[in-house]
């Protein structure tokens, strides 16, 4: 029978859109099991064969969950704001909503027609005011919240109000930005504004000044991830250390259990080590040098305070505060050349640039504390402003990077003592102030030799035992029109929020998204926004008279904000009173299942864990985790293709010719190859750019031979396959089932459009096991145990497969069960419909259609998951093989319950034994139980 995937799927989609088949309840008494994809952005190029790999996976695996009788959450949104849909808007004038909304468009065609069972009712986009609405509460209530480190959780900001009214910082333990230190009577007697002040250092959400990457040809700061080799990766452009005021969160505040509650996670192990290694917890001592002819110290954050005597310098960070106030005027012009260098790096390149050394001196010395020595203060890119204090006790001895930098500059190396002689040598104060290199000091284990000098570190009055984070707080603040509006006025200079029944703060209509004339983000741009605060509502921008009107923060929030909490609001999508309705949150709790890739360690997965914490602490929901097992899937590679053009021409050389020519290797478009060779379309090269119209070629055997390389799947690379051709060609369940097939999840693996005729094949002989010729032929017979045992030897490892996810395995293990039941002609319907339910999973069209061809007026999707009977499995003839001297002679099939006596006394009164015996006694007989049979004679 023609099996016609084209008339099937649309018929399939249709039939699942109009009945909601996929629509999740929340009431049930089913269990729950919550499945999330990471959240798609939705780029104008639409899916290619990579995107949907992680999604296939995890629609299998829900599928799967349903048949088990779970109440299953698969829901699907957009991370709709974004710079590239901005980008875009400036360059052409579009609203980015327009092209938001197309691109969103092009998406949902593309993900419906691959056949995902996601709950379309519950879709949400973080660009819709619906949803930004409470990105936006959010943010109110983690302006108004403090991290109390005696109850270690976040509290609402009025208990910290009251613990300075009764006792002002008396006793207080909090994490903050500055020491503070005052009075309830001083905190009384302050000004409103002055308190406010005060309440900054501690909020949650708070406004500082900060360095951020600042990119001046888009007009806005840019997290980490976007930016590369010091250019954004939007656009190229330059991208510069800055110290803006910025809004930041106060992760900071949740290092420790942030790095805790990893233990409890079922992740990859390396993306687990990314976030330990970024939250970066180390222990030491914070010590303060004292500036010669200054009266500024430097403090400084080390592990290892029992180096001390082997520091001979200092280094601060280009940023330091402390720079322009202890830097010489003789040093003054290299200092600030260097600092105006190093804004050119991001703390990444920073990070990552180990070998290369840089640095300037500042003219000014510090003196160790312990030996009184002089110790020069330089700058340099290595030292990072945002980790400890922003300064270093270089050790060069003991240093790899401290030790490179002393080489370069020629410094003092001293290696530091390591033992008590050389201790009785120097004329140090007492033992207490002794350093140490060795495991040892006087007999002690390192940890208390390390103790020691932490002590006197203490006696001293210089500094003090510490914990420290890598970890810094996260900059909150774009300067960018695409992006959720930050619910803040400013009055008196000084931030305060919305009222919560003024939200969603609209994103305002504006002429142009670029930054203003005066240097504003592009919201100074918008001729309605201003905060009436009288009237609680927004007015005119022209009536801001500060007041009574006052102007709102013209900064938007990041890409990460209505990332962190999506996964919460799918949960209760609808509610406009609150994100998620608390019987909910408490109902699908954790998500069971996330899938995405590993690029978000240190970004998205940690921004939603905080606040995760966050919304935890202050009571909305009650799980301490969002994500409970992730799965990072691998990548789909492509085959790209690669013509050679010859230095300063428009000639381009064949491939196998290219080395007798200086060329260039450019990137081709693997569209213009003929078929599936490695043969470029030398015509359609030409049609295909304006700059290729006069390309000449020089072929070899007639042929312009591309070159071919695997590399990741790109646009820019021109090695996309498009989803939607290969389901129009193979059908959306022969390109699920492919790529699972590939390989393993959690691998990348090449793409190669012709093996998905292997697949298709399989698809077609499933189809037809349930046809006589054309006509649908089933058999209401009893199935043989050898039916039986195919369709259990499968159940058993598909069940196994599906729960370790080793879909790819499952996909073989489908084509061997099919191949054995077409070879003993099975289409007994107790063999083919289970067969049905186990590969509905993975290929859901073809089995909604045989399932309905069976006579069931229901779907598929919800039927009971065919239980596995091991009875079946159990073999009542064994075949052994029989070997006489070492070499097999002949087989014999026994039946599977003879003891190894009883196989012993057949196979020796076999005939063709007994012709080998010659009337001989055997010496040795070996019987392995249903595996072999050994004679020695």
Same mark, same amino acid.
């Given at each position: ?10 018929k ?5 859109e ?11 008494? @089913? ?9 798609p ?14 999604y296939?996976?995890s629609?299998i ?18 991370d ?5 849909a ?27 027609k691959?056949?995902?069972?996601? $709950? ?16 936006q509460?959010?943010?109110i ?35 903050q ?15 409103g504004?002055d308190?406010?002040?005060i ?12 360095t ?15 930016v590369?080799?010091?250019? =954004? ?8 250390? @800055? ?28 993306? @687990? ?16 040098f004292?500036?010669?002819?200054? $009266? ?10 029992? &180096?001390?005597?082997?520091? &001979?310098f ?23 050349t ?6 050119? #790096? ?11 050394? !840089? ?20 700058i ?10 922003g ?12 030790h ?116 504003d ?12 605060e ?6 005119a921008?022209d ?10 923060e013209l ?7 209505? !990332? ?24 699908w ?29 202050r009571g ?13 899937q691998g990548?789909?590679?492509g ?7 010859? $230095? ?11 080395s ?9 478009d ?14 359609a090269?030409?049609a ?11 072929? +070899? ?5 591309t070159?071919? +390389?695997?590399?990741?799947?790109? @646009? ?18 022969g ?9 393993p ?7 190669n ?7 298709y ?11 006589n ?5 089933v ?40 191949? +054995? ?9 107790n ?8 590969? =509905? ?9 045989l ?12 039927? #009971? ?5 091991? $009875?079946?499995l ?12 070492g070499?097999? #002679?002949?087989k ?29 006694t ?5 019987v ?6 050994n004679?020695?004679?």
């Open positions: 029978m023609f099996y016609d995937h084209q008339q099937i799927e649309k399939w989609q249709k039939y699942w109009e009945n909601q088949t996929y629509k999740t309840s929340n009431n049930t008494d @089913k269990p729950k099991f919550y499945v999330l994809d990471m959240f952005y939705p780029s104008g190029a639409g899916l290619h064969v990579g995107h949907p790999l992680g296939i996976a629609d695996y829900a599928r799967y969950k349903r048949h088990q009788g779970f109440n299953v959450l698969h829901p699907v949104g957009y709709s704001f974004g710079l590239p901005e980008q875009y808007a400036i360059q052409t004038g579009q609203h980015p909503a327009i092209t938001t909304e197309q691109n969103i468009n092009r998406y949902e065609e593309q993900l419906k691959i056949g995902f069972s996601f $709950d379309w009712s519950r879709e949400v986009r973080t660009s819709d005011a619906s949803y930004y609405k409470w990105t509460w959010i943010f209530q983690l302006y108004h919240s403090w991290y109390n480190k005696n109850t270690d959780k976040a509290e609402p900001i009025e208990t910290l109000i009251r613990h300075f009214e009764e006792k002002g910082t008396e006793g207080l333990h909090a994490n930005s500055d020491e503070l230190t005052f009075t309830a009577e001083e905190w009384a007697n302050a000004s504004l308190k406010e002040d309440l900054l250092n501690y909020r949650l959400a708070y406004r500082a000044e900060t951020v990457n600042w990119c001046p040809a888009l007009g806005t700061v840019l997290a980490n991830d976007e590369k080799d010091g250019k =954004s990766e939007r656009g190229g452009f330059p991208v510069f250390q @800055k110290k803006m005021m910025q809004w930041s969160m106060r992760i900071s505040a949740y290092s420790e259990r942030l790095l805790q509650g990893l233990t409890a996670l079922d992740w990859p192990q390396p993306l @687990k080590d990314a976030q330990e290694y970024w939250i970066g917890k180390s222990q030491g001592a914070q010590v303060q004292q500036i010669e002819q200054h $009266d500024e110290t430097v403090e400084v954050f080390t592990t290892r305070p029992d &180096t001390i005597f082997g520091a &001979t200092i280094v601060l960070a280009p940023e330091n505060p402390l720079v322009e106030t202890i830097t010489t005027q003789a040093q003054k012009v290299e200092v600030d260097y600092i105006e260098e190093t804004s050119k #790096k991001t703390e990444r390149d920073r990070m990552s640039d180990v070998k290369n050394v !840089s640095g300037a001196f500042t003219g000014s010395y510090a003196i160790n504390p312990f030996s009184g020595e002089k110790m020069p203060v330089y340099s890119d290595y030292v990072l402003m945002g980790y400890g204090t300064a270093v006790m270089a050790v060069p001895a003991h240093d790899e990077r401290d490179r930098f002393a080489k370069k500059f020629n410094l003092e190396i001293k290696k530091v003592v390591e033992t008590e002689e050389d201790v009785q040598e120097k004329s140090f104060d007492s033992k207490d102030s002794v350093c140490v290199n060795s495991d040892f000091l006087n007999g002690l284990p390192y940890n208390d030799a390390k103790s020691l000098i932490i002590s006197a570190i203490e006696k001293k009055g210089i500094g003090h035992g510490t914990t420290n984070y890598r970890q810094r707080d996260a900059i909150f603040s774009r300067q960018r029109y695409w992006g959720e509006p930050v619910p803040i006025y400013y009055k008196d200079g000084m931030p305060y929020t919305l009222p919560t029944s003024a939200l969603p703060l609209e994103l305002p209509e504006v002429e142009k998204y670029l930054p203003t004339e005066d240097g983000p592009p919201l100074g741009n918008a001729k309605t926004f201003a905060w009436d009288v009237n609680q509502k927004v007015v921008t009536l801001i008279d500060d007041k009574t009107i006052f102007p709102l900064s938007t929030m990041p890409g990460w904000a209505g !990332s962190s909490w999506y996964f919460l609001r799918y949960m209760d999508p609808q509610n406009d009173e609150e994100f998620s309705a608390k019987d909910l949150s408490d109902y709790g954790q998500v069971d299942l996330y899938i995405g890739g590993s690029e978000h360690a240190t970004g998205h997965l940690l921004y939603s864990r905080f606040w995760n914490m966050f919304l935890k602490d909305w929901i009650n799980h301490d985790e969002p994500f409970q097992k992730l799965i990072n990548m789909i590679l085959m790209s293709a690669f013509v050679y053009r010859i $230095d300063g021409t428009h000639k381009y050389v064949s491939k196998n010719l290219a007798e020519y200086q060329t260039q290797q450019i990137h081709v693997v569209s213009l190859l003929k078929g599936a060779s490695d043969e470029l379309d030398t015509d090269f030409k295909w750019r304006p700059d290729y119209a006069d390309a000449e070629f020089i072929l +070899e055997d007639g042929k312009y031979i070159d071919r +390389e695997v590399e990741k799947m790109s @646009k820019s690379k021109y090695n996309v396959v498009n989803p939607d051709d290969i389901c129009d060609e193979y059908g959306a369940d390109l699920r089932l492919y790529e699972m097939f590939l390989g999840l959690e691998q990348s693996k090449p793409w459009t012709q093996g998905l005729s292997g697949v094949g399989f698809l077609k002989k499933f189809w037809n096991l349930y046809f010729g054309d006509v649908f032929e058999s209401d017979e009893e199935p043989t145990k050898a039916e039986y045992k195919v369709l259990h030897t499968l159940i058993k490892k598909v069940v196994y497969d599906i729960e370790n996810f080793s879909f790819n395995t499952s996909v073989s293990s489908f084509m061997i069960a099919v191949n +054995e039941l077409q070879k003993i002609k099975c289409n007994k319907r063999i083919l419909e289970p067969l049905a339910v186990i590969i =509905s999973p993975y290929a859901p069209h073809i089995c909604e259609e399932w309905s061809l069976l006579g069931h007026t229901t779907s598929i999707e919800f039927e #009971k998951f065919p239980v596995l009977n091991e $009875d079946y159990i073999e009542d003839e064994i075949e052994y093989p029989v070997s006489v001297n070499k097999m #002679k002949f014999i099939s026994l039946s599977a319950q003879l003891s190894a006596k009883e196989v012993e006394d057949l196979v020796i009164s076999n005939e063709k034994m007994q012709q080998i015996l010659e009337g001989k055997p010496k040795k007989i070996i392995v139980p249903h595996r072999i049979v004679i020695v004679i």
